[in-house]
Each structure stands twice: as structure tokens, then as C-alpha cells.
């Protein structure tokens, strides 16, 4: 273990959620964000309510910031929840896991002016966990109910605020999910030390009372067809997400010990909510005492090596194949994770996986930066004779994900599709070439963020309202 983890296993064990035995990866949560009443009072009277909020422009949901903030120096925490529900559907959960240095922190005029930001996040975060405890956040009540029914498959951030939204306006609701459990990534893919799994699980409960249907463990295209789910619903809207992982098809790669980022997530989330994990409890999925390498630049890389860390690996290094000024991921977390002795490898690619059986190590060629390339990043180039060995236990795979074959998995080979295989939708009514049937969230934009799946899911629900009132006029006017 290097100086850095032991220093940052030794914090962690000072907070007060110090990890228990026997529950070790529930206890073990992010360390950089206690936040009290005082403090939120404090960054909130920092905003100087400029007029010109470039912060709420950078939100998504473009939060009414400079009011709540102002609610919030106030000590008026009741209406400074209620206005940030009035834009977004799940504040604390944005609050805990945007990347807010990329949106409405990255925009505060206080930060542009070198004082450092108003810590929106936290004190969004802040406001509404105070809601919940006050019992101020409450299940929707209908006064009638309306005949209409929506199909939403998918219980991510899309597919749940879509169902809000459809609720409140008295529809019946149903969700269809292939998972156990609700809440999409937000519940496997995020790790529990960013995002409590308690929080996802207090917010679903809550849809639950609210009279939204969940039809958990049901995968639509195997268990039921979308065709049916058509005939049986006024409107359906997809709402998958993205989850094919992207390869990297290299000499060795079907060597043991080499999972895809999901796979590693998924077991230490459920491991996190009390679940039996055969791979994890064998130790296939587990990183402790071992030597891992995660390869990728994005956040999802970020999260598999802060969990590698916190399930008290040996060594955790990080290959990306541009340098820190270019990798896609959020500065804070690469931040973070190099604070917490992840070692990152910059400006170096796996070029072959070695080993007999299980992978033992991996050949890397060192890279340079060239012109910028499509994205705006410069383009990494292989410097030749370069390359390097590093020895390993496990290997990651986080390059991303693309979406699934949808036409084919809901055998409906009409439904188009971008050359992606991201849905297309038109962009005003986000519905899809099939009428009736919409789509929202990654499955639309491609893996993104949970605050434009919120906002995605908040619009196609404004769509599907107008959509269904236009057909109980039609059925009206042909009575
Ligand atoms: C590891 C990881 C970490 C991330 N961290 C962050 C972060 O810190 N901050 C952030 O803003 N974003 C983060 N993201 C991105 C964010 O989670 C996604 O952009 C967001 O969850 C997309 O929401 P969605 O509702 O479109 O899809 P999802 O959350 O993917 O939900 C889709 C749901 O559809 C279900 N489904 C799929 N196919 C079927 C089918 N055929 N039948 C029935 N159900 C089906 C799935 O089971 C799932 O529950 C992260 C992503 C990953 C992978
Ligand atoms: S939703 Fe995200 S971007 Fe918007 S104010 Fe909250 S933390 Fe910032």
C-alpha cells in the first residue's frame, strides 16, 4: 500500500462513517463532503445574486440557484425546497453527484473571479436532506384519476422523473425494469461512497406511494414484446439507458480477470446493499490485496479506481492514453482519486494482455499529444519502442458504453435508430418514428449525465401529456 492510501485508509477511519466489520463497503463513504447548517448558511450568503446567473444557464435543469441560496442565508429551508423541486425531481441526488465543476460551480462568477465557488451541490444537497427529514417531501395525491396509462421501461433517472411528472398529472403509470431493483445506474452503477444507496431507495418508495406501478425483473424484448406493451398502454416511453461496453480488442483479451467497469460495480453495489455476491465473495470481484489497473479516463473509470481503493487493494493505477489537462473525466474526481493514492498512468495505451491462464500483466506503449482531434482534445500518437510492462492482478475495463441493439432486442426492426444505435427522436415532441412511442435519457443522448436524464425525462412527460390529450380530443370529436 503507498504512503498515500494508508494516509487516506486513516481518514477515512476518523469520520464518522467509518467502515464496520462484516459491512465494510456501506460504511465507507465519500470523505470530502460532511456539510452542517452552518456552513450552508455561510456558502449561501457567498452568492452575491449577481444578475447575471451564468450558473443557473449551466445547470440542465436550470435551477433557480440564486433564489434558493438566497432562501437558504435566509434560514427559509422550507421554501428553498420547495423551489428546487419545482425544477428537478431528485435535488439531493444531483446535489451529491453532478459534476458541478463542469456546470453551475464551473459558472459562478465568484469562482471566475479567483474567490472560489458558492458550493452549490452541497447546499443543494443540504436543502432537500433536511426536507426529507423534516418530513416535508410527501407522495403525490391524486384527485382523480385519469383513464389514460404510460409504459415507461427503464427506472433510471429518465424513466423515474417521467413518471413523476405523468403522475402528478393523474396518469397511471407503470415502469418496466430488468433489474431487482429501481433506480438504474443511480442504484448499480454509481458507487454508495457518491451516492447512498439509501437516498436512490427513499426516493423510489416514495414513487412507489405516490401510485406509480414498478414491474421489477421484467426485460422488455425477452419477457414481454414492445409491441404488446403498445397495446397495452396510450403511450410507452423507452427510457434504457446504454449499457454495452465498449471492447478493447487487443492480443490476450479473453485472459481471465479481465471484467468490464459494470461488472465490478454492479458487485460491489451489491455488495453494499446486503446482497450474496458469489464473484465478489470468491474474490473475482474483489480488489483487495491485489494489484489492479483500471484503463480509461472517464468517470466511470474514476469510480472503479475509488472503489478498488476502498476495498483495500494492493495498488490501483489508472491508464489513460492523453494526459491530465485532456481526459473526459471530472477534474475534481481524478483530484480525488489521486488524493487517495490512485497512481495515474498518462499518455499510455495497453497494447497486449499477458498471461497464462489469468492475466498477469499487460504490455503499454508510451503516447504523445498531437493536433487536436473531433472531440477537441488533442490526439494521442504512439511513440515507437516505447513500450513497458506493468505487472497486474485485475485488469478494468472503463472505456464507455454504447447502447444496445434495440431494434433487434425488442424485435421491432422499425424502430430507427442513429448509425450509434442511439434512438431517434424528434427533437420538439421526443417521440420516436413510431407514434406513441418516445424515448429519453442515454438511450437517446449517448452515455450522459443524471441531470439531463432528469431533465429529458421532465420534458418527454410535458410531450406524452400533450400527446395524450390530443388523443382523447380525437376520441371525443369521432364519438
Ligand atoms: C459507473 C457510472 C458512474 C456514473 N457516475 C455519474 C455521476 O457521478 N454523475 C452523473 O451525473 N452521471 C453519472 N453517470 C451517468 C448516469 O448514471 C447516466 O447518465 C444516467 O443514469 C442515465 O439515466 P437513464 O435513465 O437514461 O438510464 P439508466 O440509469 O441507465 O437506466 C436505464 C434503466 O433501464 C433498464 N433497462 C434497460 N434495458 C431494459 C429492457 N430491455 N427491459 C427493461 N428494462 C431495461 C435498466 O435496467 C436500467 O434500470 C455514471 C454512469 C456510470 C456507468
Ligand atoms: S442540478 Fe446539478 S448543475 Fe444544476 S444546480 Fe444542482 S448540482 Fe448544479
Redesign the pocket.
Known amino acids: 500500500m503507498t504512503e498515500k492510501m494508508l494516509k487516506f485508509t486513516k481518514l477515512n477511519q476518523q469520520t464518522p462513517n467509518k467502515r464496520e466489520a462484516g459491512n465494510r463497503i456501506e460504511d465507507f463513504r465519500e470523505i470530502y463532503d460532511e456539510f452542517i447548517h452552518g456552513k450552508a448558511k455561510e456558502q449561501s450568503s457567498r452568492c452575491s445574486q449577481c444578475g447575471v446567473p451564468f ?1 443557473q444557464i ?4 436550470h ?1 433557480n ?1 440564486p433564489d434558493w441560496l438566497k432562501l437558504t442565508a435566509e434560514g427559509r429551508l422550507q421554501e428553498a425546497n420547495e423551489l428546487a423541486h419545482s425544477t ?1 425531481n431528485m ?1 439531493e441526488i ?2 451529491r453527484i ?1 459534476p ?1 465543476d463542469r ?3 464551473g459558472n459562478c462568477v465568484i469562482e471566475q473571479s479567483g474567490h472560489g465557488t458558492v458550493t ?2 452541497s447546499v ?1 444537497k443540504f436543502i432537500t436532506d433536511t426536507a426529507w427529514e423534516k418530513g416535508w417531501i410527501k407522495p403525490i395525491v391524486i384527485d382523480k384519476e385519469n383513464n389514460q396509462s404510460i409504459g415507461i421501461i427503464g427506472a433510471g433517472p429518465a424513466g423515474l422523473s417521467c413518471a413523476e411528472e405523468l403522475r402528478k398529472l393523474g396518469y397511471k403509470v407503470t415502469i418496466y425494469d430488468r433489474y431487482d431493483r429501481a433506480g438504474g445506474l443511480l442504484i448499480y452503477g454509481i458507487p454508495n461512497f457518491k451516492l447512498e444507496k439509501s437516498v436512490i431507495e427513499r426516493r423510489t418508495n416514495l414513487l412507489k406511494k405516490s401510485g406509480i406501478k414498478f414491474q421489477q425483473n421484467i426485460d422488455v424484448g425477452k419477457d414481454i414484446t414492445l409491441k404488446e406493451l403498445k397495446k397495452k398502454h396510450d403511450a410507452v416511453l423507452i427510457a434504457t439507458g446504454v449499457y454495452k461496453p465498449k471492447e478493447v480488442n487487443l492480443p490476450g483479451h479473453n485472459l481471465k480477470n479481465i471484467f468490464p467497469a459494470m461488472d465490478f460495480l454492479t458487485a460491489s453495489n451489491r455488495k453494499g446493499l446486503g446482497d450474496y455476491v458469489k464473484d465478489f465473495d470468491n474474490g473475482k470481484l474483489n480488489a483487495e490485496n491485489k494489484n489492479i489497473v483500471v484503463i480509461g479516463g472517464g468517470d466511470t473509470a474514476m469510480d472503479c479506481v475509488r472503489t478498488a481503493i476502498r476495498q483495500n487493494a494492493k495498488s490501483v493505477k489508472c491508464l489513460y492514453r492523453r494526459d491530465k489537462e485532456n481526459m473526459p473525466g471530472s477534474l475534481r474526481e481524478v483530484n480525488n482519486a489521486e488524493e487517495e493514492g490512485v497512481e495515474f498512468i498518462w499518455l499510455s495505451n495497453p497494447k497486449k494482455f499477458i498471461g497464462a491462464e489469468k492475466i498477469s500483466s499487460l504490455i503499454v506503449e508510451k503516447m504523445k499529444l498531437e493536433a487536436s482531434d473531433s472531440s477537441g482534445r488533442k490526439k494521442p500518437i504512439p511513440i515507437k519502442n516505447s513500450d513497458y510492462e506493468i505487472k497486474t492482478d485485475i485488469v478494468i475495463k472503463a472505456l464507455g458504453f454504447d447502447p444496445e441493439n434495440l431494434p433487434k432486442l425488442f424485435n421491432d426492426p422499425h424502430l430507427n435508430v442513429s448509425d450509434q444505435g442511439t434512438i431517434k427522436i424528434n427533437l420538439k415532441s421526443m417521440e420516436t418514428n413510431i407514434s406513441g412511442i418516445f424515448a429519453a435519457g442515454d438511450i437517446v443522448r449517448g452515455a450522459s449525465l443524471v ?1 439531463w436524464a432528469i431533465r429529458d425525462g421532465r420534458d418527454v412527460a410535458t410531450s406524452i401529456h400533450k400527446y395524450l390529450q390530443n388523443k382523447q380530443a380525437s376520441k371525443i370529436k369521432a364519438a
Request: with cysteine; hydrophobic share 25%; aromatic share 0%.
Open positions: 450558473c449551466h445547470c440542465p435543469l435551477n440557484i428537478n435535488p444531483c446535489g453532478c458541478q456546470l453551475c460551480e452549490i451541490g443543494e441531470v
